[in-house]
């Protein structure tokens, strides 16, 4: 047996993913999640896609309290919270964000709405910053949506 000697063979690429690392789906099967069945098409501007059944979906991502939560929410036609759905959670706590429960806060809030943390959306203790970030997050996509609309 012929030894290789350790300096001679080609070096390993690593890549180390932050502790707690998780990706739940992928940006298709997000909008899928939020508009079942619809077709999805470009919407004009980086991570928003116009859903065939009207709405649209826009991929965003926020800093949770060290690292990005990506995020997708569903906008109907009249411009209110269709659905949201957390895409990765990069933290190594605070993944709570991720509960049906606390998503399902966004449903039917609007730009006129308040979309204040421990106003209308209630935290999660020990993920503040997350549920701050998400809930911040959401109330600039409304606002876009809603500006946009307008013209």
């Not at 709405?113 to 911040?136: R, V, Y």
Request: proline fraction near 4%.
């Amino acid at each position: 047996m012929k030894w290789t000697p350790l300096l001679a063979a080609p070096a390993a690429i690593v890549l180390i993913a932050p502790a707690g690392a998780t990706v739940y789906m992928s940006e298709q099967q997000a909008m899928q999640a939020i508009f079942p069945g619809a077709s999805f098409s470009p919407g004009g501007r980086a991570g928003v896609f116009r859903a065939s059944s009207g709405g649209i979906v826009v991929i965003d991502r926020v800093l949770g309290k060290h690292e990005y939560i990506k995020y997708a929410v569903g906008i109907t036609a009249g411009g209110t919270v269709k659905h949201i759905e957390i895409l990765e959670y990069n933290e190594s706590y605070g993944y709570e964000v991720r509960e049906a429960s606390w998503r399902s806060q966004f449903i039917g809030k609007s730009a006129s709405s308040p979309l204040q943390l421990n106003i209308d959306i209630k935290n999660i203790s020990g993920a503040t910053l997350s549920c701050k970030h998400i809930t911040d997050g959401v109330r600039r996509v409304v606002g876009q949506y809603q500006s946009l609309r307008g013209q």
